[in-house]
């Protein structure tokens, strides 16, 4: 296992949920003012930013309202785990004498809308052509496709589905930020109201306003300049993609890129599943924690779902998941990978509301798209 880079330091915006007087930049500015405190770091001491470069304001917007001169640009934009990758390719460009100190950010006004761009959409896209004349559009919709087949094929259920909300209210319930806290049942998921079949609300994510923001650098930065928090060591990573559109998926049952993007960070950590305390799966809906815990091998075909019913996943559980709620309870501004992250690395640090006892190992699985994109990040403690 290398621990030659870490995270030094991380923060979310003062608030996260409904903010209608704060700007997609604003979310940006504050996330990373606020993860540069945390890192014991000033603006003068960071050469490399990091986010995406659609849907808001992108690097170089951002580094000029921070007022930072970078010598190293990442505007890598694939869907919400788009934060994992920059932390992977922080990570590399460190390696590489690329850059010292990369500052990653995250700013969305998903809810409120305030300086976002406008939803795009391209009449002569092949999505056009091959997906909407069907109803296909937008992740309710377009989500379906792939979560019948996956129920079809493994004999996961719908009740399966609603576990998996129900686990994270359990979590929800324990965080103080968290935009839905009470705890629910599976009768009070499967009555829910119907979005999009076989999607009741509650296995829906939230729509929110917030951002967040990493350091990442090297181990002997941190240790010469940084704070006297814990660090958080990137001890693996790998990343994947497929295809834009699920219609084109080769199997609607797994998903390839959280298999490739798994194994990838498995391997460079020199660990596997039975070696991870915490787990961190983006979850835009309650399927894909599921297929997670499926393609990334710490349950068997099928068994997902039943692993979560039992109780594994919940406090107490064998395998602590998306202990801050999720994008189910917890927040969900649009692309939720920054907030995952963020999760492991207060779990590793002992800072977590929902403190999980002697995490060592957290793994995290970011979700692009519809099954567009994947990345995984294996993280350690200092």
């Not at 990442?74 to 590399?92: E, N």
């Not at 959409?121 to 069907?134: K, L, V």
């Not at 997670?292 to 075909?301: C, I, K, N, Q, T």
Request: glycine share 12%; proline share 4%.
């Amino acid at each position: 296992m290398r621990d030659d880079v870490v995270i030094l330091g991380a923060a979310e915006t003062e608030e996260v949920g409904r903010l209608p007087e704060t700007s997609t930049l604003e979310l940006h500015v504050q996330s990373a003012r606020r993860a540069l405190a945390d890192a014991g770091l000033g603006l003068h001491q960071i050469d490399g930013i990091a986010t995406v470069s659609t849907g808001g304001p992108g690097p170089v917007a951002v580094a000029h309202a921070l007022g930072i001169t970078p010598t190293y640009v990442d505007g890598t934009s694939v869907g919400g785990s788009s934060f994992l990758f920059h932390v992977r390719h922080a990570v590399a460009a460190i390696r590489a004498g690329h850059a010292t100190a990369v500052l990653i950010t995250h700013g969305e006004s998903g809810r409120s809308r305030v300086g976002a761009a406008p939803w795009a959409r391209q009449p002569d896209s092949s999505m056009a052509q091959f997906e909407m004349p069907y109803g296909v559009l937008g992740p309710p919709t377009t989500f379906t496709i792939p979560a019948l087949r996956f129920l079809q094929e493994t004999g996961n259920t719908l009740e399966h589905l609603a576990e998996v909300a129900v686990a994270q209210r359990r979590w929800s319930s324990r965080n103080s930020r968290a935009m839905y806290r009470d705890e629910v049942t599976v009768d009070e998921v499967l009555g829910a109201r119907m979005v999009a079949w076989p999607f009741t609300l509650l296995m829906c994510c939230l729509v929110t306003d917030g951002g967040g923001a990493l350091v990442v650098t090297s181990r002997e930065f941190a240790e010469a300049h940084g704070s006297d928090l814990p660090l958080v060591n990137v001890a693996g990573t790998g990343e994947a993609a497929t295809t834009p559109m699920v219609s084109q998926m080769e199997d609607m049952s797994t998903c390839r890129q959280f298999t490739l993007s798994s194994q990838a960070a498995f391997r460079e950590a020199g660990m596997g599943p039975s070696d991870i305390d915490h787990l961190m799966i983006y979850d835009a809906f309650a399927h894909v924690p599921l297929y997670g815990l499926e393609d990334m091998g710490f349950v068997g075909r099928g068994e997902s779902g039943a692993f979560v019913a039992e109780g594994n996943t919940s406090p107490g559980g064998s395998l602590p998941m998306n202990t801050n709620g999720g994008g189910l309870s917890y927040t969900h501004t649009g692309m939720y990978g920054m907030f995952a992250i963020q999760e492991s690395v207060r779990q590793l640090r002992g800072q977590a509301e929902a403190q999980v006892d002697d995490v060592e190992t957290s793994l995290v699985l970011g979700n692009g798209g519809m099954f567009m994109s994947a990345a995984t990040l294996v993280l350690t403690r200092g």
